[in-house]
T-cell receptor, first 117, second 111 residues
């Protein structure tokens, strides 16, 4: 089946630094990718929809200047957490929809755990 | 706005017992997913239900979809400890829209 990868799988950084997370669709092209955030013992919360070649669409309450999304190619979207603070510590998961099949199944990456000290 | 409700949110069950997790959603959709999440891990796809009346089974888990009632169920048969995890249902509006998730059901199977 289709595979979505994320890098890094975990990152620890100091408060005030920026962190970039990559999401790649490994064997299919994804014009749209989604970024989610998950806090402990909670469900996934959609942050933004990443559109190839255009600006991302952010959900209400998500700061677009803090969470920069770039979807430069059909297989890569990046999420940059700028000036990270401890409250940004979370599990970040991306997903992409494989439109080659009837099901257009949405596949999830393995997640990136961010800890801001 | 599409809303997805799961219940129960927490479930503690004995090994060998049966139970059902329910997933209700608020608007018309004929695509529904069930995922499993283990602690510290991402989502693992369990079932994709694509039409009214769809039923899929894998091992001790069986999922069904009733699009008229806007209801999906995940039935657990003769639970074993390895099934302990959090289970999410998610409804798909198709196109370039994201999945809408329920809050998840945290299942704990005890001896």
């Amino acid at each position: 089946g289709a595979v979505v990868s994320q890098h890094p799988s975990w990152v620890i950084c100091k408060s005030g630094t920026s962190v970039k997370i990559e999401c790649r669709s490994l064997d299919f092209q994804a014009t749209t990718m989604f970024w989610y955030r998950q806090f402990p013992k909670q469900s996934l919360m959609l942050m933004a929809t990443s559109n190839e070649g255009s600006k991302a669409t952010y959900e209400q309450g998500v700061e677009k200047d803090k969470f920069l999304i770039n979807h430069a190619s059909l297989t890569l979207s990046t999420l940059t957490v700028t000036s990270a603070h401890p409250e940004d510590s979370s599990f970040y998961i991306c997903s992409a929809r494989d439109k080659r099949t009837f099901q257009e199944t949405q596949y999830f990456g393995p997640g990136t755990r961010l800890l801001v000290l | 706005e599409l809303k997805v409700e799961q219940n129960p949110l927490f479930l503690s069950m004995q090994e060998g017992k049966n139970y059902t997790i329910y997933c209700n959603y608020s608007t018309t959709s004929d695509r529904l997913y069930w995922y499993r999440q283990d602690p510290g891990k991402s989502l693992e796809s369990l079932f994709v239900l694509l039409s009214n009346g769809a039923v899929k089974q894998e091992g001790r888990l069986m999922a069904s979809l009733d699009t008229k009632a806007r209801l999906s169920t995940l039935h657990i048969t003769a639970a074993v400890h390895d099934l302990s995890a959090t289970y999410f249902c998610a409804v798909d509006n198709g196109g370039n829209t994201p999945l809408v998730f329920g809050k998840g059901t945290r299942l704990s199977v005890i001896a």
